[in-house]
């Protein structure tokens, strides 16, 4: 009998926290009592996006978008639209001068410029349902690789696609797999890094909560393409549910005999296996990941050798990012001509953004390359709250840096961040605005770096921590300008010099805004001010970094 | 292996392909100048002080390959410019004020710093506070002066295989730690020494050395050890002008091992608190009475002949033992067993080849240390060998391994084993069933360390275990604990450097040079002869072995060595 409403409700971590729990609950409670259970699907699904409006839920078919929900809420919501047909208006999601557009979730503004691939799924379907994802053509990309195509053919399909790491670095996809492919070994390793140690980052989380058969239909077909069998999903303990929900979807997929021993009748095997992270920064920097794999203290080490040559236990290793990984299958079956045709001439398909800081609409975000930072901050998110004066995005992470506001129509694709000096990084996004002091935030990021540089080499051990030394005196009055100069030279030197990924994109923060906001670090030198009121300088004391005497024993 | 063409400061050069470009700036003579790097280690890229400019970019050139197309300059002003910010670094990160520290004038980190011309500090030092850990015997580790290069943490795992000292926390927190995080006197540390050889600086130091002298004030004099048979090479650092010595380093250049040593081999000299005998002596009716040296040989010439026989150890060295046997004839014995229960069917280069090892009633770790570190760093290294202990007593190697039985369980150890492509024995003595069980194992390889020093030498000069009985008994060695009670009638002539409670009972001592003051040749356990060189001149009135028995046996000794 087909039901008369279906409920898609959120079950991303957000939502959870916010009680997502207890709305369900007393949704099924209230159903029953009103005896509309038989006629009411409901599916939780992984994150939605709009997360600061968390609970969310949204009905179907007239696709009601119910946010901030409670159990009153609840309990009108059954009596007015389930049972009556009559949705609450007043309930569902709009900006003040949208409310009236209507419920229809495609024409949100919040949605309107997205463009959903690796998202498409999240929010739509049961990630514990492996059925929900074979509904939606999951595991076709999988049979269409084994039965019809030679792993040659895949990493061509996947290189002309123009797909691009989206850890950070954005090294060409087809290219990675290929080198791999060419390694000489029969063992070889397919490694999906989910350790997302960004601060504030939730883009490959959700896509593991969300729609976690994807990622793993993306190992397989990397698996098949470079000739290995087994694979890794590196995710930080800190993500249960994401673990959980990945461990249910190998569990699912081996018993469908999509994995593990001679996929879809075919000789192809391909076993995977989920290793947890102690959720340290630089364990998700490929080589560290890998001793961190191997049971060994997570450090990076210098490369040449590469993992595609000398990786996992020293066996030719790729290593992929969880969003790249949930690109591929839509690659395989749509074709590369199509992932081509989005975004720009160097950066193909779509980006996923966790949008948070000073902006309206915060949560998780797909866009296509090109899309500028404009639309993505004003369109996208809703501009920024209580009237307040844009400053700034961040973006890229502690490893990235500033757009000001007169950068803000660059598109995002790879060249034009690397030309403003910031980078794509892993897709986190602050927004700034009048009140931030960009002292204090570059002072952030790299108290974050300091803490988290694994201390192996010594421009980013003992270097950040005198940069951070520097800017605690300049947020305290106590700064010099000779104080630029050495910040300037040892961000140089640093990003030079250091051995790994970590060291030479941390000082990016401070080179970023000692370019646009020069004036503010002059400011807060010769005039002792701060223009955003956030740094103090009346107990002017300079106390450096929380000094721990260090035992031995 | 490739050849391929790349520009080093401007010339074409061919080179290797495996090489990295510092092989190749030090094929050239070009200098470069590096700190965490220490040749036996695996080069890690640490310090940063060795990078060189390849078009535009900075590359740490020790572990960096070569590749195609470079184009590497080792002397740019970017070079300099980052190698002197990161050693600004390193002098800002801890306390590095020369002058209150031990290392200065030994220290590659203040060598650097003369050589970048450092005139002051850019960074503010005495920034934090560390510990000083005094809680070992033989070292001490000041963490203030620490660079975290890790070459300490390398060389006690790659090198010595002793796994004990490690790293704790990240970033600049990180410290340099033993076993858990315990006082290194408290751990599992074996007293190799080897990080106190190799730390760079003035944080792992060699307690009984320290403030003895500098390199540069040291005469430094390559030596075989003589503590075992192994015949670890060493460098022994004597104090220019004086006659002690400082400390004992492994030769790094050593075949046999590499720069590593083993408790006795470094520090037995440092803290020999055995009694020297100071002078010869001869016991009468009122005790004992000094004599000289011809009074010594006026006395033994009178006891040798017919009815004298001579017994001697392992301690002397091959130089010796001819001369006793040119004097004595075949009266010669050895005090101690010497015939191997088992011969050795494989050498030091098959036992770093093993993937399996049955050690049978020999504690490595006290006994034969280096052995021992030879063993340990493929168990507990990257090899993953196996380790199967066969012992009833105490025997410290049985807290790295699961496989321990008892020699009653001999068998079960042998079926464990049994896998194993390539498996040695090591043992030392054995009893009869055993000896019998393990010789029914052809699969085996069996790797024998002899009892003493030069048993292999007594072996080759034909001297056997035996007790045979004369008027007079002479004795040569340091091992004379069971001569009086064996031949309770004779007349018994020690030649030894020690005194022990049964000395008393000996009717003539003769007291002679010992350890550095003495030289030779002696066979090790691979039959390898191996040179002794002198070190130290004997302060005592003791005698040379060598020239009592030159004079005895009538020839002078230049015609005898
Ligand atoms: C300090 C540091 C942290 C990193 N963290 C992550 C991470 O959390 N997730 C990730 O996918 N890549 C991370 N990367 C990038 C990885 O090293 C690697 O380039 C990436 O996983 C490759 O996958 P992709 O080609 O699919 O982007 C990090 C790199 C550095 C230097
Ligand atoms: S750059 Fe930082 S994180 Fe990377 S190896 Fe060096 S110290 Fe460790
Ligand atoms: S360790 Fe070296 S650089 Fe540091 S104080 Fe001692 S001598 Fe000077
Ligand atoms: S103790 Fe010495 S060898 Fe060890 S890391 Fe520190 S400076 Fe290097």
Redesign the interface.
């Known amino acids: 009998m087909a039901k008369k409403n279906t409920i898609l409700i959120c079950n991303g971590a957000a939502c959870i926290s916010s009680g997502e729990e207890r709305i369900k609950e007393k949704l099924i409670n209230k159903l029953s009592e009103k005896n509309l259970t038989e006629e009411v699907d409901i599916i939780e699904t992984g994150c939605m996006g709009p997360c600061q409006f968390g609970p969310l839920m949204i009905v179907y078919p007239e696709g009601s978008f119910y946010i901030k929900l409670n159990e009153d809420k609840i309990a009108r919501i059954v009596e007015e639209h389930l049972l009556k047909g009559r949705p609450v208006k007043e309930f569902t999601w709009a900006t003040p001068e949208s409310r009236r557009i209507g419920e229809e979730k495609k024409q949100l503004p919040f949605f309107e410029k997205q463009f959903k691939i690796v998202l498409s799924n999240c929010g739509r379907i049961d990630p514990d349902s492996i059925e929900e994802y074979i509904g939606t053509g999951g595991y076709e990309a999988l049979g269409k690789v084994i039965n019809e195509m030679t792993p040659e053919q895949v990493i061509d399909e996947i290189y002309k696609s123009g797909l691009r790491g989206r850890g950070g670095a954005g090294f060409p996809t087809g290219l990675k797999w290929k080198f791999a492919r060419e390694a000489s070994g029969n063992e070889k390793y397919v490694i999906c890094n989910g350790d997302e140690g960004d601060p504030g980052a939730f883009m490959d989380r959700s896509i593991c909560e969300g729609d976690p058969h994807a990622v793993i239909e993306g190992m397989e077909i990397a698996g098949y393409a470079i000739g290995a069998n087994q694979g890794y999903i590196y995710i930080r303990a800190e993500y249960p549910l994401a673990v959980k929900r990945l461990q249910n979807s190998i569990q699912q997929a081996k018993k469908y005999g999509l994995l593990g021993k001679n996929i879809f009748g075919s000789s192809f095997n391909f076993d995977i296996e989920i290793r947890m992270g102690a959720g340290?920064f630089?364990c998700g920097e490929e080589t560290a990941l890998i001793a961190s794999v191997e049971g060994k203290?997570g450090m990076p080490?210098?490369r040449?050798p590469f993992p595609a040559n000398h990786g996992l236990w020293d066996k030719p290793t790729i290593i992929n990012n969880v969003e790249t990984l949930a690109n591929i299958r839509h690659i395989i079956i749509k074709g590369s001509n199509w992932f081509n045709s989005i975004g720009t001439e160097k950066s193909k398909g779509t980006k996923v953004f966790a949008l948070s800081g000073k902006v309206n609409n915060t949560g998780l975000v797909e866009v296509p390359m090109g899309i500028t930072i404009k639309e993505l901050i004003f369109n996208i998110g809703g501009g920024i709250p209580n009237n307040k004066k844009f400053k700034a995005v961040q973006i890229g992470g502690p490893s990235g840096g500033c757009i000001p506001e007169n950068s803000i129509d660059v598109p995002v694709d790879y060249e034009s961040l690397t030309n403003l000096g910031v980078i794509m990084g892993s897709g986190g996004l602050i927004v700034l605005d009048e009140d931030n002091c960009m002292v204090n935030m570059a002072k952030f990021f790299l108290d974050f770096t300091?803490?988290?540089?694994?201390?192996?080499?010594?421009?980013c051990?003992?270097?950040l921590?005198?940069m951070y030394n520097i800017l605690n005196r300049i947020t305290r009055g106590k700064g010099e300008l000779e104080d630029i100069d050495r910040l300037e030279?040892?961000s140089n030197?640093i990003k030079?010099?250091?051995?790994c990924g970590l060291g030479q994109t941390a000082p990016n923060p401070i080179l970023t805004t000692l370019k646009t906001f020069r004036d503010e670090y002059i400011e807060h030198i010769v005039e002792k001010k701060c223009r955003a009121h956030v740094c103090r300088f009346e107990d002017a004391e300079v106390k450096?970094k929380d000094?721990?005497?260090?035992?031995?024993? | 292996m490739e050849r391929i063409k790349i520009k080093f400061n401007g010339n074409e050069v061919e080179v290797d392909s495996g090489k990295t470009i510092l092989d190749v700036a030090n094929e050239l003579g070009i200098h470069i100048p590096t700190l965490c790097n220490f040749e036996p280690l695996a080069p890690k890229g640490y310090c940063r002080m060795c990078v060189v400019e390849d078009r535009g970019a900075l590359k740490a050139s020790c572990v960096t390959p070569v590749a195609a197309g470079m184009e590497i300059q080792t002397d740019t002003p970017l070079v300099k410019e980052a190698r002197y910010i990161n050693l600004q670094l390193l002098f800002g990160e801890r306390n590095h004020y020369c002058m209150y520290c031990e290392s200065s004038g030994d220290c590659e980190l203040q060598d650097l710093g003369y050589e970048f011309g450092l005139d002051h500090f850019d960074f503010p030092p005495y920034e934090r506070k560390f510990l000083v850990d005094n809680s070992h015997k033989f070292l001490t580790i000041d963490h203030n002066r620490c660079i975290l290069c890790r070459r300490c943490i390398r060389a006690c795992s790659e090198l010595a295989g002793h796994f004990v000292l490690g790293e704790r926390d990240r970033g600049f927190n990180t410290m340099i730690i033993a076993d858990v995080d315990v006082p290194l006197g408290e751990s599992t540390c074996t007293s190799c020494g080897l990080c106190a050889q190799i730390c760079p600086t003035g944080t792992i130091k060699d307690k009984r050395a320290a403030y003895l002298g500098k390199e540069v004030q040291s005469d430094i004099i390559p030596s075989t050890c003589d503590i075992c048979p192994l015949g670890c090479g060493i460098n022994v650092y004597r104090r220019s002008g004086s006659n002690f010595i400082i400390k004992v380093y492994g030769d790094w250049d050593s075949p046999i091992n590499g720069g590593v040593l083993c408790k006795l081999g470094r520090y037995s000299v440092l803290y020999d608190e055995r009694k020297r005998l100071l002078a010869s002596k001869i016991r009468d009716d009122f005790g004992y009475r000094k004599i000289d040296f011809d009074g010594v040989l006026k006395i033994a010439r009178s006891r040798i002949g017919d009815d004298a026989v001579a017994y001697v150890d392992g301690s002397l060295y091959n130089e010796e033992l001819a001369l006793i046997k040119k004097v004595f004839g075949n009266n010669v014995y050895s005090i101690n067993p010497v015939e191997p229960p088992i011969p050795s069917s494989t050498d030091l280069s098959g036992l770093s080849k093993a993937e399996g090892y049955i050690v049978i009633g020999v504690d490595l770790n006290k006994d034969y240390g280096v052995v021992g570190s030879m063993i340990k760093r493929r168990v507990l290294g990257e090899e993953k060998a196996k380790l199967f202990v066969v012992d009833d007593g105490f025997n410290s190697l049985t807290s790295i391994t699961e496989n321990v039985f008892t020699f009653k369980d001999i068998e079960q150890a042998f079926d464990k084993a049994k896998g194993l492509k390539d498996v040695v024995v090591v043992f030392s003595a054995l009893s009869d069933t055993i000896r019998d069980t393990l010789t029914k194992r052809g699969e085996l390889k069996y790797l024998w360390l002899p009892f003493e020093t030069n048993t292999i030498g007594l072996i080759k000069n034909g001297i056997k275990y035996e007790m045979k009985s004369g008027k007079n008994v002479f004795f040569f060695g340091k091992d004379h604990k069971k001569i009086r009670e064996r031949f309770p009638e004779a007349f018994v002539i020690c030649a030894t450097p020690f005194e022990i409670e049964e000395t008393e009972k000996i009717d003539l001592l003769i007291a002679t040079k010992d350890g550095f003051e003495r030289e030779g040749t002696f066979y090790n356990l691979e039959g390898k002869s191996l040179k002794r060189n002198k070190a130290l001149e004997s302060e005592y009135n003791v005698i040379d072995v060598i020239d009592l028995l030159s004079e005895l046996s009538g020839k002078t000794k230049s015609e005898v060595i």
């Not at chain 1, 300091?450 to 421009?459: A, N, T």
Request: charged share 35%; hydrophobic share 30%; aromatic share 0%.
């Open positions: 340290a630089v203290r080490r210098p040449p300091v803490d988290e540089s694994c201390g192996q080499c010594i421009p051990r003992a270097g921590r005198q030279k040892l030197i030079k010099t250091s051995l450096d000094e721990k005497i260090l035992k031995v024993s």
